[in-house]
Protein backbone atom coordinates (compact mmCIF):
# COMPACT_ATOMS: atom_id res chain seq x y z
CA UNK A 1 0.00 0.00 0.00
CA UNK A 2 1.14 3.43 -0.68
CA UNK A 3 -0.96 6.29 1.17
CA UNK A 4 -0.40 10.27 -0.95
CA UNK A 5 -1.21 13.26 0.79
CA UNK A 6 -1.30 16.17 -1.19
CA UNK A 7 -0.82 20.24 -0.07
CA UNK A 8 -0.41 23.45 -1.54
CA UNK A 9 -3.76 24.11 -2.81
CA UNK A 10 -5.40 27.69 -2.51
CA UNK A 11 -7.00 30.64 -3.77
CA UNK A 12 -4.96 32.48 -6.04
CA UNK A 13 -5.34 35.23 -8.79
CA UNK A 14 -5.09 34.86 -12.43
CA UNK A 15 -1.15 34.82 -13.63
CA UNK A 16 -0.06 33.47 -10.14
CA UNK A 17 1.84 30.51 -8.98
CA UNK A 18 1.14 27.53 -6.96
CA UNK A 19 3.14 24.62 -5.70
CA UNK A 20 1.42 21.43 -4.84
CA UNK A 21 3.11 18.72 -3.00
CA UNK A 22 2.62 15.06 -2.68
CA UNK A 23 3.76 13.19 0.29
CA UNK A 24 4.39 9.42 -0.31
CA UNK A 25 4.42 6.87 3.04
CA UNK A 26 3.52 3.22 3.24
CA UNK A 27 5.30 0.95 0.44
CA UNK A 28 7.44 3.59 -0.64
CA UNK A 29 10.55 1.34 -1.41
CA UNK A 30 8.32 0.10 -4.38
CA UNK A 31 8.94 1.98 -7.65
CA UNK A 32 6.23 3.87 -9.28
CA UNK A 33 5.23 6.03 -11.45
CA UNK A 34 3.69 9.55 -9.58
CA UNK A 35 0.95 11.16 -11.66
CA UNK A 36 -1.35 14.45 -10.82
CA UNK A 37 -4.95 14.60 -12.46
CA UNK A 38 -7.46 17.30 -11.69
CA UNK A 39 -11.30 17.44 -11.62
CA UNK A 40 -13.57 20.48 -12.36
CA UNK A 41 -16.96 21.03 -11.11
CA UNK A 42 -18.99 18.79 -13.70
CA UNK A 43 -16.15 17.87 -15.57
CA UNK A 44 -14.36 14.27 -15.69
CA UNK A 45 -11.18 13.59 -13.99
CA UNK A 46 -8.52 14.45 -16.32
CA UNK A 47 -4.64 13.96 -16.66
CA UNK A 48 -2.32 16.90 -16.14
CA UNK A 49 1.25 15.46 -15.41
CA UNK A 50 3.09 12.54 -14.91
CA UNK A 51 6.66 11.50 -14.30
CA UNK A 52 8.46 8.20 -14.24
CA UNK A 53 10.49 6.59 -11.15
CA UNK A 54 14.18 8.24 -12.26
CA UNK A 55 12.56 11.00 -12.43
CA UNK A 56 14.19 11.38 -15.97
CA UNK A 57 10.73 11.56 -17.92
CA UNK A 58 7.73 14.04 -17.87
CA UNK A 59 4.75 13.95 -19.61
CA UNK A 60 2.14 16.82 -19.70
CA UNK A 61 -1.20 17.38 -21.00
CA UNK A 62 -0.93 20.11 -24.19
CA UNK A 63 -3.21 22.42 -21.51
CA UNK A 64 -0.76 22.72 -18.99
CA UNK A 65 2.26 22.10 -21.12
CA UNK A 66 4.78 24.99 -20.84
CA UNK A 67 3.11 26.46 -17.70
CA UNK A 68 3.33 23.17 -15.14
CA UNK A 69 6.57 21.76 -13.94
CA UNK A 70 6.35 17.92 -12.03
CA UNK A 71 9.39 16.51 -10.39
CA UNK A 72 10.37 14.46 -7.18
CA UNK A 73 12.31 13.65 -4.49
CA UNK A 74 12.60 10.14 -3.91
CA UNK A 75 14.57 10.64 -0.65
CA UNK A 76 12.05 12.56 0.50
CA UNK A 77 9.09 10.71 -0.98
CA UNK A 78 7.59 13.83 -2.16
CA UNK A 79 6.51 14.68 -5.65
CA UNK A 80 5.53 18.25 -6.63
CA UNK A 81 3.63 20.19 -9.28
CA UNK A 82 4.64 23.79 -9.73
CA UNK A 83 2.01 25.60 -11.72
CA UNK A 84 2.78 28.76 -13.07
CA UNK A 85 0.46 31.39 -15.10
CA UNK A 86 -2.59 30.21 -13.74
CA UNK A 87 -5.70 30.60 -15.29
CA UNK A 88 -9.28 30.48 -14.11
CA UNK A 89 -9.88 27.08 -16.56
CA UNK A 90 -6.89 25.50 -13.65
CA UNK A 91 -9.59 25.70 -11.28
CA UNK A 92 -10.40 22.04 -9.81
CA UNK A 93 -9.57 19.66 -6.76
CA UNK A 94 -5.97 18.16 -7.83
CA UNK A 95 -5.45 14.37 -6.97
CA UNK A 96 -1.35 12.78 -6.51
CA UNK A 97 -1.61 9.31 -7.80
CA UNK A 98 0.82 6.73 -7.52
CA UNK A 99 1.06 3.43 -10.48
CA UNK A 100 3.16 0.62 -9.14
CA UNK A 101 6.02 -0.39 -12.17
CA UNK A 102 7.91 1.79 -14.71
CA UNK A 103 5.23 2.33 -17.24
CA UNK A 104 4.03 5.83 -17.59
CA UNK A 105 0.00 6.32 -18.29
CA UNK A 106 -1.97 9.01 -18.31
CA UNK A 107 -5.20 6.75 -17.77
CA UNK A 108 -6.98 7.02 -14.46
CA UNK A 109 -7.84 3.42 -14.58
CA UNK A 110 -4.07 2.73 -14.33
CA UNK A 111 -3.74 4.09 -11.33
CA UNK A 112 -3.44 2.27 -8.20
CA UNK A 113 -3.56 4.56 -5.10
CA UNK A 114 -4.34 8.02 -4.51
CA UNK A 115 -4.23 11.26 -2.20
CA UNK A 116 -7.37 12.77 -1.32
CA UNK A 117 -6.88 16.07 -3.38
CA UNK A 118 -6.29 19.52 -2.81
CA UNK A 119 -8.25 22.31 -3.82
CA UNK A 120 -6.83 25.30 -6.29
CA UNK A 121 -9.10 28.23 -7.16
CA UNK A 122 -7.69 30.28 -9.27
CA UNK A 123 -9.28 33.78 -10.02
CA UNK A 124 -10.02 35.87 -12.71
Known amino acids: QVQLIESGGGLVQAGGSLRLACAAS????????TGWFRQAPGKECEFVAAISWSGGGTYYADSVKGRFTISRDNAKNTMYLQMNSLKPGDTAVYYC?????????????????WGQGTQVTVSS
Open 26 to 33: GRTSARFV
Open 97 to 113: AARLGLLISRSTDDYQY
